[in-house]
């Protein structure tokens, strides 16, 4: 429950705000109840609001009508006047200055460099929605007929045809109901409790939470009591064999009776539906679905640890963490690139947790204490920074993936904005007006579906080339110019966290909300090529590298 | 639109939402002064962004996003963090920000039967204090009180007249 704001407390520091005599511990606490207290930030803005609108009431010409008015408020005009004349006075000089330029070089003419257009939307968005029925569970050397380069394990899938042309798909619905889904095949989902299979081999686990589960066919629809079943579909027939419990059979060209426990039935199109005995092993179950999941981490692992070998060799990697053979209680995270010592992680807080695959280790980030520190000397012409990650939650306006502490020129921010951009914020030249910062922003990707899914985010910054590059997954996402012609450098920093460094008391929180569990620094910038190779050789898709190979 | 077209539009827009875009700023950065420099740096940005601004798109959204940025630059050009708001409080207040108009607009009306509810001393008191840019020891001087009781009345009045728009918007 919330506790209601004390009115009279918080209007004595508004009030003392708008005299400009509040003190740096009246400040300080105003601050902490506005963060903490949502009732005490709506009373704040109408407090100001009411503040604004006081001063323009009285403050306007129009009101200086009364002569009982103590002091004339003939000065006070300047206060709302300011920035229209400012504005037109802009208007009139750079309207002949664009004109001007127009017809000297005959064509548009260019705005002038200006401020960074804003990128963090300030208001918050309407209810995220879905039309998300389903899981995919897991997926068994799958290969998708379409480009089904979005069906990754963990992945919800909307309404639509789902279509595998070889391998194991296992689609949970949100009903509850299990299918797995043999290629090749074809498996249309329609509700969290209905789909159809137009042709292919799949079995159902129907549990009672989602009995009155239905799948169509083009010959039968098949409706579910709460059993297990297996349905072949083909062009001019469809089999269903019945594991466990029962099912009623409708829509067919003949009336059929309901099937019981170890009964199947073959119904071919147009023709006399013919009984006979359910065979459990024409179906893959779930324990063999279990074990070929095993076996494809294991497989998945060997190749992964096989990379690493050489991977760890580059003269160029700075860092290197796997997060692999941690034992609770560690604090020191090892660095395994051959060619640096001495640039460990220290681990302050993270729990232990499970990465990419079972059994893959982990940290996990979710309090604003949680982080990993290094310390890496030097200036940097070029830097590529990778990581794979899981994002749980962007709660923050800043959800930190690699800062260096403080921003000083030539420090670096990689993070997540709140609107789902993945943003390198490098530190400019400062001089007494203001400081010049770049951002370099990707598209705003990370909408909800793609949170609690593990990616791989690399970022590569090259003064040399004059090339700033964002990837997910091995792919390109953005390239753009930087805006300064000088190094970069790193110092203290942190993995998943930031520290303003010693000047203040108080900094935001930027913590990171998920998981990390690989993470490496190249003194280079990578190429595309073997970007797209640390995300195969680090993917949890077999399939994607068998592909390929091709 | 041509040039001409689009700056005349420009200036009538920023005119119209001018009040609104200081308010919101105020609210992230409460210090008068500091306030009225982001406008500045604000109006400065929206012009040179206006070729940007879509004239289907309410402009208060458009402008509070530039001037949310350059509350942004104030904030990390100050040396010292003295009365800056946490990133986390101005985010949230950035976000809660009500932008809708009739909302605004029920707020003013509110405001204005509050104030004609004030007794009549309260309310010169008031006036005084908006209608002059003199600071409250000089309004105390020309009162004849001392200051400390002026920001003691100051405090009430406003809190009065707070309560009383906070119950008459909780009314509507």
Same mark, same amino acid.
């Given at each position: ?114 401020p960074e257009p804003p990128d963090i939307?300030p ?53 509850? !109901? ?73 829509? !067919? ?298 | ?12 827009? #920023? ?6 875009? #200081? ?18 740096d604000t109006?400065?940005a929206?012009?040179?962004? +206006? ?14 996003q530039f001037a949310y940025h350059q509350v942004q630059n #104030? @904030? ?27 909302? +605004? ?50 405090? @009430? +009045? ?15």
């Amino acid at each position: 429950m919330r506790r209601p704001p004390s009115l009279p407390e918080l209007t004595e520091l508004f009030s003392a705000l708008c005299e400009d005599t509040i003190d740096d511990v009246q400040f300080a606490r105003l601050n902490a109840r506005l963060e903490k207290d949502a009732d005490a930030r709506a009373h704040y803005a109408v407090y100001m609001d009411m503040h604004c609108g006081l001063s323009r009431r009285w403050g306007e010409p129009v009101s200086v009508s009364q002569p009982s008015t103590v002091v004339q408020a003939q000065v006070s005009r300047s206060r709302w006047t300011f920035s229209i004349a400012a504005v037109a006075a802009l208007v009139v000089l750079t309207s002949s200055i664009t004109l001007f330029v127009v017809q000297r070089i005959d064509g548009p003419a260019k705005q002038a460099a200006s401020p960074e257009p804003p990128d963090i939307d300030p208001r918050i968005d309407p209810e995220a929605t879905t039309d998300s029925v389903a899981i995919l569970s897991s997926a068994i050397d799958a290969v998708w007929a379409d480009d089904g380069s979005a069906h990754v394990a963990g992945a919800a899938l909307s309404p639509g045809a789902f279509r595998l042309k070889s391998g194991v798909a296992v689609i949970q619905f949100y009903s509850g !109901a299990t299918i797995i889904l043999q290629g090749p095949g074809e498996l249309q989902l329609s509700t969290s409790g209905e789909a159809f299979c137009p042709s292919g081999r799949l079995s159902a686990e129907v549990p009672p939470q989602a009995q009155g589960f239905r799948i169509g066919t083009p010959h039968v629809v098949v409706t579910d009591f709460g059993t297990a079943f297996g349905l072949d579909v083909a062009t001019d027939w469809a089999e269903v064999h019945v594991f466990k419990g029962e099912v009623a059979l409708t829509g !067919a060209a003949v009336a059929l009776a309901n099937l019981s426990e170890g009964q199947a039935v073959l119904i071919p199109r147009g023709g006399a539906a013919s009984h006979f005995s359910a065979r459990r092993d024409a179906f893959v179950t779930p324990q063999e679905v279990a074990l070929q999941l095993a076996v494809s981490v294991n497989k998945r692992t060997e190749q992964w640890l096989a990379s690493a070998e050489k991977f760890n060799a580059d003269p160029t990697l700075i860092a290197h963490f796997d997060f692999e053979k941690l034992v609770r209680g560690d604090r020191v995270l090892k660095n395994l690139a051959n060619n640096s010592s001495g640039l460990d992680g220290l681990i302050v807080g993270c729990a232990m947790s499970e990465g990419r695959w079972p059994g893959k280790g982990a940290l996990e980030f979710s309090t604003f204490s949680d982080r990993i520190r290094m310390n890496v000397p030097g200036e940097f012409n070029a830097l590529t920074l990778s990581a794979w990650v899981r994002v749980d939650r962007l709660d923050r306006l800043f959800s930190s993936l690699f800062m260096v502490e403080a921003f000083d020129v030539g420090a670096f921010h990689w993070q997540i904005t709140n609107v789902g951009k993945v943003r390198l914020g490098v530190a400019g030249p400062k001089n007494t007006v203001r400081s010049e910062n770049a951002d370099y922003d990707t598209p705003a990707f990370m909408t909800p579906d793609r949170l609690g899914h593990w990616m791989h985010l690399v970022v590569v910054y090259d003064v040399t080339a004059g090339v700033v590059k964002h990837y997910m997954d091995g792919k390109l996402l953005q390239q753009l110019p930087p805006r300064f012609k000088r190094p970069l450098r790193i110092g203290n920093c942190e993995i998943g966290n930031w520290n303003p460094g010693n000047q203040v008391d108080r900094y935001p929180i930027r913590n990171l909300n998920g998981r990390v569990d690989e993470f490496s620094i190249h003194s280079r910038a990578l190429e595309d090529s073997e970007i797209a190779q640390m995300y195969e050789q680090g993917s949890t898709r077999l399939s994607a590298l068998r592909e390929s190979k091709k | 639109m041509n040039e001409d077209d689009r700056s005349k539009q420009f200036v009538l827009q #920023f005119a119209r939402h001018e009040n609104e875009l #200081f308010r919101y700023v105020l609210t992230l950065l409460p210090s008068w002064n500091d306030a009225q420099d982001v406008m500045q740096d604000t109006a400065t940005a929206l012009w040179q962004h +206006i070729g940007d601004y879509d004239a289907n798109r309410p402009f208060f959204t458009w402008a509070s996003q530039f001037a949310y940025h350059q509350v942004q630059n #104030f @904030r990390s050009r100050q040396r010292t963090h003295r009365r800056l708001f946490s990133e986390t409080v101005l985010e949230a207040l950035a976000c809660e920000r009500t932008t809708h108009s009739d909302v +605004i607009e029920g707020q003013r009306v509110a405001l204005e039967s509050c104030l004609a509810k004030l007794r009549e001393q309260d309310r010169v008191l008031l006036q005084q204090r908006y209608a002059t840019d003199s600071d409250v020891g000089a309004l105390a001087r020309a009162t004849g009180q001392t200051p400390n009781a002026l920001y003691k009345s100051l405090q @009430r +009045i406003r809190r009065a007249l707070l309560e009383c728009v906070m119950h008459k918007m909780a009314e509507a």
